[in-house]
């Protein structure tokens, strides 16, 4: 260009000589000679010579200049004819085509993007040096990601009609791989205590699936910010990282790093106090502290105490409020650390927006947000708003946003986004599980019912061991402080015998309402009444115990049942739980009145704990127990045992088979008024899947069984006793997705210390179910 540029004003100076003599004169006319793209506008306005203008030598030569640094044109003559001016344009080629070859790695049109952000598209004019920058800057992208080897060749080949295409082929070469981590100036720390903080490893087993031996910048830069805030977390203030080195050998596969550091000495805490303008008690504020004196200086304490002091001055309001610390030295290796407070003015909602919901009325949202518009704005208040709209199910994500209100300074908007989930669904379906067998379904259930937050269930399903019609409907809020109430009628034929228990089947007729009272974000009461009448039909082969009760009991039964059960649910989403707990009691009683009278308790346990800051790594804990028995001179009835065994307890063991059995001539399960069953799980992340989000993987060791306080002579494998030597143990792996038809779930299940009678089963799934 430089040379171009030289002949252009060679070119104008010979013209200027040429007509130095007629200088100045007034143009009365300019004509554009070789333009085949180009607008006239365009030339127009680059060259800033209008008909009219009075021209001198010194504006011709600057209008040449600007027209030619356009990037239009290649080459150009300027002539006059009389007072005309004649521009004789010689255009740049226009870039036709660009073609990409060899590009794995990055996808094509990434790398298409990359390149209009440097200025080249098909379709624009055509520049040399624009090509030479898109080399270098794609170079870089694949150096970024350790392929150092990677080469660039750019070719531009010439088409008809002043036009050419470039050609861009790549050679992406291997990724590099580190070869070894040599960290200088450690005395405190050992090297491969050191080295465990980093993401970049040296090669391993899992390295092809991990790339964590595949060297990147990226990477690098946070392992040395994981490497110094672990040393600031440990007392080192003054700690420092001297230099960084990567070395790569001339084959450029493989690097070597070198971290050199400065470990200073180790400070601890003289004092920490806080200052400024106190607008909460100061011993409040005191008792926020996450570090004392003579406490190992942290600097994630001191963070972790800076976060809770802003956190507690939003709560009273004040939220634009800066807590700022301030640590101060000593020649004693110790440090002070005061806390110094700025309130600011305390702040008021002006409006609270919501967006996103095109199904759900706002009401619905409003009524879970306790964040009240001209309200004193807390942060509190709405972050719990936030936990309460998330926990109704109606929506896949909610974000909040505090926007300052302009031109004020205090006042703010709050705007809460949310994303709407499917929250019911009308089935029409079959399927199969391995307790069920062929199951068909029609029915409707909506939790959200046309928007208004409103549970409304129909259900007709068809398997074989359950017939069932049925019909529920709930109104979470029927009063305005959130007592829901609800109701439900239902009609279901149990087959025993085809759920691998004892055979006999019931008729179940039924319906009753119920109300459920909230306690506070997380707990919650309920209570029902429901009118339940039962018929038990026997046959040929079903067990003597079963006549027996039959003989003496009747064979159907009606009864008043009183349910009570309390919640606390604080789990941090509905599906694949990754942190929290949720905990339930529940309670059946049959009332006097009832042919038979008994009660009927249970309580569930499930605990997440996650392992690292992305929660992919979770421990996870259930627990459940159950004990029934009559209330009257009446038996307690078998029909309402707990059974244990199966993918819903204890893995590894087949659908209800533990516990003891009836003694019949198939000797089924029986199930009994006692139960007890657990596990633990780790839960990993999904091998070689993208979105984390619809699958779970873990390993499991469950435990479980069931026990009868009554145990009948014909009975086998039952003794009154709750012995925990007989609990069974099991351990393996297991997977869920969130397919578009439901939950599916697999377990690989070994049993470790099952009986002779106990019946294992290695392979266990079903549709509908999550872990």
């Known amino acids: 260009m430089k040379k171009k540029l030289g002949l252009l004003l060679v070119s104008v100076f010979c013209v200027a000589r040429a007509w130095a003599a007629e200088f100045p004169f007034v143009v009365s006319d300019i004509r554009l000679e070789g333009l085949q793209r180009v607008e006239p506008q365009v030339v127009f306005r680059y060259f800033p010579v209008n008909v009219g ?39 740049r080629p226009s870039l036709a085509l660009i073609r990409i070859d060899g590009n794995d790695v990055i996808k094509e049109e990434d790398l ?34 350790g392929r150092y080897g990677a080469e660039i060749d750019t070719e531009v080949e010439p088409l008809s009609g002043n036009r050419v295409a470039l050609n861009v082929n790549i050679k992406e070469g291997q990724e590099a791989t580190i070869q070894h981590i040599n960290i200088v100036g450690n005395t405190v720390f050992d090297d491969e205590e050191l080295k465990d903080l980093f993401s970049l490893k040296l090669p391993n087993f899992w390295s092809f699936y991990t790339k964590s031996d595949r060297y990147s910048r990226e990477k690098m830069s946070g392992d040395l910010e994981r490497l110094r805030s672990y040393y600031m977390d440990r007392g080192f203030i003054n700690f420092d990282i001297d230099s960084a080195q990567v070395s790569i050998t001339p084959d450029k596969k493989h690097v070597y790093i070198t971290v050199s550091i400065n470990e200073g000495e180790r400070f601890t805490v003289r004092d920490v106090s806080v200052a400024g303008d106190l607008v909460v008690p100061r011993e409040e504020l005191e008792g926020l502290f996450t570090v004392a004196e003579g406490d190992v200086y942290s600097r994630k304490a001191m963070t972790s105490t800076q976060e809770r002091l802003v956190r507690r001055l939003g709560d009273e309001g004040f939220m634009f409020a800066n807590v700022s610390p301030v640590p101060e030295r000593h020649d004693d290796s110790t440090v002070s650390i005061r806390y110094y407070v700025e309130p600011g003015k305390r702040t008021y909602v002006r409006r609270v927006n919501i967006r996103g919901n095109t199904n759900t009325a706002d009401e619905v949202l409003r009524r879970e947000i306790e964040q009240m518009e001209a309200g004193i704005a807390t942060t509190q208040a709405i972050e719990r708003s936030k936990t309460r709209l998330e926990k109704t199910g109606y929506f896949k994500s909610v974000n909040v946003e505090t926007r300052p209100v302009p031109g004020t300074d205090d006042q703010v908007d709050l ?60 109104n979470p809020y029927y009063t305005v402080d959130g007592v829901s109430r609800g109701f439900n009628v239902y009609y279901r034929e149990r087959d025993f015998d085809e759920d691998d228990v004892s055979s006999y089947t019931t008729n179940e007729y039924g319906g009753g309402v119920n109300f459920g009272y909230p306690i506070d974000d997380y707990q919650r009461l309920s209570f029902g009444l429901e009118l339940d009448w039962t018929e038990i039909n026997t046959y040929p082969d079903t067990a003597q115990l079963i006549e027996d009760f039959v003989a003496e009991e009747g064979d159907n039964y009606l009864t008043y049942r009183l349910t009570a059960g309390w919640s606390d649910n604080r789990l941090n989403r509905g599906f694949f ?12 009683i049959a009332l006097p009145g009832s042919d038979l009278t008994y009660y009927r308790a249970s309580y569930n346990l499930k605990m997440y704990h996650p392992l690292d800051e992305d929660q992919l790594w979770v421990l996870g804990m259930r627990g459940r127990a159950g004990f029934g028995d009559s209330l009257g001179d009446n038996r307690y009835p078998f029909y309402r045992h707990f059974y244990a065994g199966g993918l819903r307890s204890v893995r590894g063991y087949s659908n209800n088979s533990l516990g003891p059995t009836d003694g019949g001539s198939s000797d089924d399960p029986f199930g009994g008024n006692v139960l007890l069953t657990g596990g633990a799980e780790l839960i990993t992340p999904t091998p070689f899947v993208g979105d984390q989000s619809a699958w779970r993987t873990l390993v499991f060791v469950d435990f479980g069984n069931v026990y009868s306080t009554d145990c009948q002579a ?33 377990a690989l299940a070994m049993p470790l210390n099952d009986g002779p009678a106990d019946d294992t089963e290695f392979f266990q799934f079903a549709l509908g179910q999550a872990f």
């Open 53 to 91: 203008d009075r021209l001198t030598q010194a504006r011709l030569s600057d209008a040449s200049r600007e027209l030619f640094a356009s990037g239009y044109f290649d080459d150009m003559d300027i002539l006059r004819e009389d007072d005309q001016l004649i521009l004789r344009l010689h255009e």
């Open 714 to 746: 014909s009975q086998k494998n039952c003794d009154e006793k709750l012995d925990p030597g007989e609990l069974r143990f099991s351990t393996g792996v297991g997977v869920s997705w969130l397919t578009p038809i439901g939950p599916l779930s697999i």
């Open 577 to 588: 739980a990754t942190d929290g707990y949720a905990q339930g009691a529940n309670i059946e």
């Open 415 to 474: 705007e809460y986004a949310v994303e709407e989930q499917q929250s019911g669904e009308f089935t029409a379906s079959v399927g199969f599980s391995e307790s069920d067998g062929v199951i068909f379904q029609l029915g409707l259930q909506q939790d959200n019912f046309l928007g208004t937050g409103r549970k409304v269930g129909v259900s007709l399903s068809n398997s074989d061991t359950l017939t069932e019609y049925s019909f529920n409907y709930t």
């Open 112 to 145: 298409r993007r990359g390149l209009e952000q440097s200025g080249v598209q098909e379709g624009d004019v055509f520049r040399r040096s624009a090509v030479d920058q898109i080399r270098l800057d794609l170079l870089r992208v694949y150096v970024g990601q």
